[in-house]
């Protein structure tokens, strides 16, 4: 099998920067990003707040995560781990977002539509980055450097305020769409799927059923 290609990409990054970003890729960050979740986005669009703390540089990477962070004794932030959460349900504050926010990656988990990124992250020139499986929290929190600033900790408490971070070869993430529009998951189920129904014929039917579950293995609750 060969191996994957590796980027090491400096944040802010540039559309040009982005534009030689290929789906599949696995990405390692370094710079500055920031941590924003569906509280932030409400009360940033919904609510007409705007983005916290104007003219202090967030950065243009917005993860969708809950930070493991705690208050030492002497007022400093201190984050172990950054456990992304999944990306669907905030589509649709994202065209605003975008917009308001001035982001060109966000990074997340289980990534979103082709129609979403075709219709929302190309027009702003932005690409989604996708967490690698799960329980990666620590492994990502290792690459963090610093935490300059946290905003909206008393309005939206310690989960969802926007926490920012400055990291180093932060990762790894894997580019799940690209400045086309184009997603791997898409990509790739495109191939598993028709070899489906082969893989469970003369299976019975679960007997216990988590939501969004069906028979026709190809379907996904989105």
């Known amino acids: 099998m060969a191996a994957l290609k590796t980027v090491e ?19 390692y960050l370094t710079g500055r990003l920031f941590t924003a979740r569906e509280g932030v986005y409400k009360r940033a669009i919904e609510d007409g707040a705007g983005m916290p703390a104007a003219n202090v540089d967030l950065g243009t990477a917005n993860f969708h995560c809950s930070p493991a962070a ?54 702003n020139n932005a690409i989604y980055l996708t967490t690698v499986g799960y329980g990666t929290g620590a492994l990502l929190g290792r690459g963090i450097r610093d935490v300059p600033g946290v905003y909206w900790r008393q309005e939206l408490g310690l989960a969802q ?22 997603s791997l998951f898409e990509r790739e189920n495109a191939k598993i799927a028709p070899g489906l129904a082969r893989l469970y014929e003369g299976t019975k039917p679960a007997t216990l059923r988590r939501y969004g579950e069906t028979d026709d293995k190809a379907d996904e609750v989105i």
Do not use: H, Q
């Not at 040009?16 to 990405?27: C, F, K, Q, S």
């Open 9 to 27: 990409l400096k944040l802010p990054a540039s559309t040009e920067d982005l534009r030689a970003l290929e789906i599949g890729t696995v990405v």
């Open 161 to 182: 305020a926007v926490w920012v971070l400055d990291v180093e070869r932060f990762g790894p993430f894997i580019v799940e769409s690209d400045l086309d529009g184009a």
């Open 70 to 123: 705690t208050i030492e004794p002497d007022g400093r932030f201190n984050v172990g781990a950054v456990t992304a959460t999944a990306s669907f349900r905030f589509a649709k504050w994202l065209d605003g977002w975008f917009k308001l926010s001035g982001c060109n990656i966000i990074i997340g988990k289980g990534g979103m539509t082709s129609e979403i990124y075709r219709d929302v992250f190309v027009p």
